[in-house]
C-alpha cells in the first residue's frame, strides 16, 4: 500500500469532518491552563461555554449548560486562534519565482491555495492577511469567498490582491523583454494610474492596499539599511489617501530606511520587513500609530552558511522597537518559503532572537494582530461576546514557546477542525 503523506492526512481529515456545527450547538471546554490573549497571566482551571459561533460565558465558576458537549482540555494550554499579518497563500514556496506565475495556470494556483489554507487551519492560525497575489490577479478574493461560504476550510482572510509598484521594481525580472510578460504586481506611472488602480483594486475585492515602496536595498556604510523608493511622493500620497477614503488600510513593503520614512511619511497602516528601522523612525511609526510586521521567518528560512547581516541588524531595532513599546505583528511572509513549515516558529524568532517576553510574542500573533486589522472586537482575544476562535496545545508556551508548534485543537467560528487525543 502507497504511503499517503502527512499534507493528504491534514487535507483528508480537515474535508471529512464536519466544518459546520448547528447554530445551537454548545461546547464547554474545561482548560487547565489559558492565555486569552489580553491578560498579562496565565489563567487556570477555566471554563469557556461555546454556544453557535461565540464565546457565551469564561471563568473558573460558569455554570455548564445542559447537553452541552464537553471538550476536556484539562492538561492542555487553550489560547486565541493565531493570526498572521503577512502571508501570500497564491505561491507555494518555490526558488523559481517565473515558473510560479509562468507555468502554473490561476485556477491550478487556486487549487493550491486551498490546499496552503488548510494547513494553516491545522496548524491553528485561524486568521491571515494575505499581502498581495503575486501575479494571480483577484483569485485571492475567489479563495476567500469559498472559504465565507464553507466551500472549503481555511482562516479568515483580509486580501490585498495585486500589490502596487513601478515597472522594474519587481520580478520576475530574467525574461526576454520580447516577451512582454505579466509581473508580479499591477505596475503603475504618475497619480492617475496610482489613483485608478487603487480603485480597480477595492472595486475587485481588495481589504488592504499593498504598496512596494522601495526596491532594492543595502547595508550602507554607517551599517544602516538604504535603498531606492519607487514612488514619487505625489504618487505615494494618492494611493494612500484614496485607499483610506475609501476606507481601506495600507500595508508598506518597506526594508531600508528610506522606505520606512517615505511609507510613513504618506501616512500608511504598517510597515512590512522594516528592516531598516532606526530610533528616529521608530519614535515617528510610535507617534502615528503604525504597526510594524518583521517577518521574520522568512528571513531565517533564506539563511546561508554565512551570518545574515541584514537579519542581526533586524533583530537589534526590533528589540529597541520593542522596549519602546512600538506595535509589532507576527507575519511570517509564508508563501515565500514551502507551507510545510509550521508559521508558529515566528512566536520562537521573537522570543529567542529579538527579546520578547512569551506573553508579549503570543499577543504580537493574537490581540494585536487584532487590532490592525481593525478586528479586536471580534478576534484576536478570548472573552464573552468573541468570535469562539481557540487552541491548544500541550504543554505552557510561556515556559516553551515551541509548544506553540504544537498545535493539538483548532475551533473556528464555533466548529473543530482538529481535536488530537
Not at 475587485?204 to 514619487?232: E, M, R
Request: proline share 4%.
Amino acid at each position: 500500500m502507497h504511503k499517503i503523506s502527512k499534507n493528504l492526512l491534514i487535507l483528508v481529515a480537515l474535508f471529512l469532518f464536519p466544518i459546520s456545527a448547528s447554530p445551537n450547538q454548545t461546547y464547554v471546554i474545561k482548560a487547565g491552563r489559558l492565555i486569552d490573549g489580553k491578560s498579562a497571566e496565565i489563567l487556570r482551571n477555566v471554563i469557556v461555554v461555546v454556544q453557535g459561533n461565540k464565546i457565551t460565558a469564561l471563568g473558573q465558576n460558569v455554570d455548564i449548560p445542559k447537553d452541552a458537549v464537553l471538550l476536556d482540555l484539562s492538561d492542555k494550554t487553550v489560547l486565541p486562534g493565531f493570526i498572521d499579518t503577512h502571508t501570500h497563500i497564491m505561491l507555494d514556496g518555490g526558488d523559481d519565482y517565473g515558473s510560479n506565475l509562468y507555468k502554473n495556470s490561476m485556477p491550478f494556483r487556486a487549487i493550491q491555495a486551498v490546499a496552503n489554507v488548510s494547513k494553516v487551519l491545522w496548524n491553528g492560525f485561524t486568521a491571515l492577511r494575505d499581502v498581495e497575489s503575486e501575479g494571480a490577479m483577484y483569485t485571492d478574493v475567489d479563495v476567500k469567498k469559498a472559504i465565507n461560504t464553507g466551500i472549503i476550510p481555511g482562516p479568515r482572510l483580509w486580501v490585498s490582491t495585486r500589490g502596487l509598484s513601478i515597472p522594474g521594481r519587481y520580478g520576475p525580472d530574467d525574461y526576454s523583454w520580447e516577451l512582454d510578460l505579466f509581473k508580479g504586481l499591477q505596475m503603475v506611472n504618475g497619480t492617475d494610474e496610482c489613483l485608478k488602480a487603487v480603485r480597480e483594486q477595492v472595486a475587485h475585492g481588495a481589504d488592504w492596499i499593498k504598496i512596494y515602496v522601495d526596491w532594492p536595498n543595502f547595508i550602507d556604510k554607517d551599517g544602516g539599511i538604504s535603498g531606492q523608493t519607487n514612488f514619487t511622493k505625489e504618487e505615494l500620497e494618492v494611493m494612500v489617501n484614496e485607499a483610506h477614503r475609501l476606507g481601506r488600510n495600507v500595508a508598506a513593503h518597506a526594508i531600508s530606511r528610506n522606505g520606512i520614512r517615505a511609507a510613513l511619511e504618506a501616512g500608511v497602516n504598517s510597515i512590512e520587513h522594516g528592516c531598516g528601522f532606526d530610533d528616529q523612525l521608530t519614535d515617528q511609526a510610535q507617534r502615528q500609530g503604525v504597526y510594524w510586521c518583521p517577518t521574520l521567518l522568512a528571513a531565517e528560512q533564506k539563511k546561508s552558511p554565512r551570518p545574515n547581516q541584514m537579519l542581526e541588524i533586524e533583530y537589534r531595532a526590533l528589540n529597541k522597537a520593542y522596549k519602546k513599546g512600538l506595535k509589532i505583528v507576527l507575519g511570517t511572509d509564508a508563501g515565500c518559503f514551502p507551507w510545510s513549515v509550521n508559521q508558529a516558529k515566528e512566536f520562537e524568532f521573537l522570543v529567542k532572537k529579538a527579546g520578547f517576553s512569551p506573553m508579549d510574542a503570543i499577543k504580537a500573533g493574537t490581540s494585536i494582530a487584532a487590532e490592525l486589522l481593525g478586528q479586536s472586537a471580534e478576534i484576536g482575544h478570548l472573552a464573552p461576546g468573541m468570535l469562539a476562535d481557540i487552541v491548544a496545545v500541550r504543554g505552557d508556551p510561556l515556559q516553551d514557546i515551541t509548544a506553540l508548534q504544537n498545535v493539538m485543537f483548532v475551533m473556528k467560528d464555533g466548529n473543530v477542525f482538529r481535536h488530537d487525543k
